[in-house]
Antibody
Framework: EAQLVESGGGLAQPGRSLRLSCEASGFIFDDHGMHWVRQVPGKGLEWVSSISLSGSNTHYADSVKGRFTISRDNAKNSLYLQMNSLRPEDTALYFC???????????????WGQGTMVTVSS | DIVMTQSPDSLAVSLGERATINCKSSQSVLYSSSNANSLAWYQQKPGQPPKLLLYWASTRESGVPDRFSGSGSGTDFTLTISSLQAEDVAVYFCQQYYSTPFTFGPGTKVEIK
C-alpha cells in the first residue's frame, strides 16, 4: 500500500526557515511526480509546488516562488520542501502528495500524507 | 491563473437521495487534442487528508463507489452522488490540472438532512 509520511513542521519565527520531509513507501517513487499542497485548518486547499520524476523540472505557486525549494532524493524515496523567509501567511498544514498521471505540470494527487503543521509566528 | 468556483457552499440531503455539486473554471480545461478535461474531484472528511474520487472529469479512482459520478466539459462540471450514504458526509473540492498553478475550488460541504 502506498504511503507518505511528512515530518519537519513546527513553530518558526517570521523570516526563519524550516525543511519539510516526506518519506514514501509502497510504490516506485521515481515513477511519479510529487507535490506539496497546504491547507489552513478549516479552509481550502492551496497547491504549493511540484517536482518531476527525476527532479529536473519544478513548479511553484507565486505565493512561495523564490522562498521555497522543492527537491527529491529518489535513492531515499524522499521528497523535501525547503521553506525560507517564512511569513505568517505560510501557516498551514502541509501535505505531501503523489502524482498519478506522471507529468508534474499536469497531475492529480492520488495518495496523500497526513500532513505536518507549520506555524509562523513571533 | 485559472479560478475555480463551486456551488453551493453547502447542502443537506436526505439519506438515499441525490446530491449534486457544481464546479466552474474561469477558462476551459479541455485538451482539444485528446478531448480530455483536466478536472478532478476530491473528498475530505474531518481530520483526514483529501481523497481522490474522480479525474479526467468522469473517471472514477480505483475503489471509489459507483454512486459517485462526474460530468461536464470545458468550464462547467458536476459531481453527483446518486444515493447519499452516511459515510459521504464530507467537504468536496474540484481541482483543475490543465496548467500550473493547479487550483482548487473553495469546497462544498455535504451534510445529512
Amino acid at each position: 500500500e502506498a504511503q507518505l509520511v511528512e515530518s519537519g513542521g513546527g513553530l518558526a519565527q517570521p523570516g526563519r526557515s524550516l525543511r519539510l520531509s516526506c518519506e514514501a513507501s509502497g510504490f516506485i517513487f521515481d515513477d511519479h511526480g510529487m507535490h506539496w499542497v497546504r491547507q489552513v485548518p478549516g479552509k481550502g486547499l492551496e497547491w504549493v509546488s511540484s517536482i518531476s520524476l527525476s527532479g529536473s523540472n519544478t513548479h511553484y505557486a507565486d505565493s512561495v516562488k523564490g522562498r521555497f525549494t522543492i527537491s527529491r532524493d529518489n535513492a531515499k524515496n524522499s521528497l523535501y520542501l525547503q521553506m525560507n523567509s517564512l511569513r505568517p501567511e505560510d501557516t498551514a498544514l502541509y501535505f505531501c502528495a503523489k502524482g498519478k498521471i506522471g507529468v508534474s505540470s499536469s497531475d492529480v494527487f492520488d495518495v496523500w500524507g497526513q500532513g505536518t503543521m507549520v506555524t509562523v509566528s513571533s | 491563473d485559472i479560478v475555480m468556483t463551486q456551488s453551493p457552499d453547502s447542502l443537506a440531503v436526505s439519506l438515499g437521495e441525490r446530491a449534486t455539486i457544481n464546479c466552474k473554471s474561469s477558462q476551459s480545461v479541455l485538451y482539444s487534442s485528446s478531448n480530455a478535461n483536466s478536472l478532478a474531484w476530491y473528498q475530505q472528511k474531518p481530520g483526514q487528508p483529501p481523497k481522490l474520487l474522480l479525474y479526467w472529469a468522469s473517471t472514477r479512482e480505483s475503489g471509489v463507489p459507483d454512486r459517485f459520478s462526474g460530468s461536464g466539459s470545458g468550464t462547467d462540471f458536476t459531481l453527483t452522488i446518486s444515493s447519499l450514504q452516511a459515510e459521504d458526509v464530507a467537504v468536496y473540492f474540484c481541482q483543475q490540472y490543465y496548467s500550473t498553478p493547479f487550483t482548487f475550488g473553495p469546497g462544498t460541504k455535504v451534510e445529512i438532512k
